[in-house]
C-alpha cells in the first residue's frame, strides 16, 4: 500500500469514527443502560439496538440507503397527517393501544426519515457552531445529571419522589389532562417536524 | 433529616436553572449568532451526519413515548 492510500484510509476511518459519532453513539449506550437498570426493559431494548444499528452504520461506512431522496409532500397534506396523529394522542387513553400504535408508527417512519439523506444548511461560522455544540451539551449533560440524580435519590433516600421529584414525576399530571396533554402533544409533533427540517418555508 | 419539602424545592430550583441557562443562552446566540450559533442552526449543522441526525431524532421520539405512552416506572431499591 503506498502512503497516499495510506493516508486516505486514514482519513476514511477517522471520518467514519468521528468524535461526534463515538459521543452519541455512547450517549445512547449510556441510555441504554440507564433504562435497563431502572426497570424500563423495553426502553432499553430499544436504545441498545440503535446503538448497535449505529455502529454497524459505522463499520459499513454508511453504505446502507433507505431513501435515496428525502421525501416531499405538500405541506397540507403534511398538517393534516400530523394534526391526526396529535388528535389521536390527545383523544386515545394515554397507556391505550391507540396511543402505543401511533407512537410506534411515527417512531418508525421518522427513523427511515432520519437515516436518510438531508439537505445541507447554510452554516454559521464554524467557531460559532462549536461554542453552541459546547454550551448546550454542557446544559444537556447537567439536565441529565440533575434528573439522574433526582431519580437515584427518589429510590434510596426516605423522602421519595415527592422530595426528589423527576421530570416524569413532575410532568405527569400534565400528561393525564387532555388540555395539557395537548399542549405536550403538539410541542412534541412541531419539535420532530423542526428537527427534520420538513413543513417549514425554504431559507433563504 | 432534611424535610422532603427542602429537597422538593433544591431540585426544583436545579431544573429551573437549567431552562433559565437554556433560555438566555438562546436569546444570546440570537443577538450575536456568528459568535454563539442558535440552537436550530447547530442543530443544522450538526445533523448534516446521520449518527447524529438518528441519535438526536431518537431522543426526541423518546420523549413522546415516555411521556405519551409509556408508564412511568419506579425503581424499588
Known amino acids: 500500500m503506498s502512503g497516499g492510500e495510506a493516508a486516505a484510509g486514514r482519513a476514511r476511518e477517522a471520518e467514519r469514527w468521528s468524535a461526534s459519532s463515538v459521543l452519541w453513539i455512547a450517549v445512547l449506550a449510556t441510555m441504554a443502560g440507564f433504562q435497563t437498570w431502572r426497570g424500563a426493559y423495553v426502553d432499553g431494548v430499544l436504545f441498545f439496538a440503535l446503538s448497535a444499528v449505529l ?150 | 433529616m432534611i424535610p422532603a419539602e427542602t429537597t422538593r424545592a433544591i431540585i426544583l430550583f436545579g431544573y429551573i436553572v437549567v431552562a433559565v441557562t437554556a433560555v438566555v443562552t438562546e436569546l444570546l446566540a440570537r443577538r450575536r449568532p456568528d459568535g454563539l450559533a442558535p440552537l436550530g442552526d447547530m442543530l443544522d449543522a450538526v445533523m448534516e451526519s446521520r449518527t447524529t441526525r438518528v441519535a438526536v431524532i431518537a431522543a426526541w421520539w423518546w420523549f413522546g413515548w415516555h411521556f405519551l405512552f409509556a408508564p412511568t416506572v419506579q425503581l424499588e431499591l
Open chain 1, 55 to 204: 455502529v454497524v452504520d459505522r463499520l459499513t461506512g454508511g453504505r446502507v440507503q433507505l431513501l435515496r431522496r428525502p421525501p416531499t409532500a405538500p405541506r397540507w397534506v403534511l398538517f393534516a397527517i400530523v394534526g391526526t396523529l396529535g388528535a389521536l394522542l390527545v383523544a386515545a387513553p394515554r397507556h391505550g393501544p391507540v396511543s402505543f400504535l401511533v407512537v410506534s408508527a411515527v417512531g418508525v417512519v421518522v427513523f427511515v426519515l432520519a437515516w436518510g439523506p438531508t439537505v445541507a444548511q447554510p452554516p454559521r461560522p464554524a467557531r460559532a457552531i462549536r461554542r453552541s455544540v459546547i454550551v448546550w451539551s454542557i446544559i444537556g449533560v447537567g439536565l441529565c445529571l440533575w434528573e439522574a440524580l433526582a431519580f437515584i435519590l427518589s429510590v434510596t433516600a426516605p423522602q421519595g419522589s415527592f422530595g426528589f421529584p423527576t421530570v416524569s414525576v413532575l410532568l405527569d399530571p400534565a400528561v393525564e389532562h387532555w388540555a395539557s396533554r395537548a399542549v405536550l402533544v403538539a410541542a412534541w409533533l412541531l419539535g420532530g417536524l423542526a428537527l427534520l427540517d420538513i413543513g417549514r418555508p425554504e431559507r433563504a
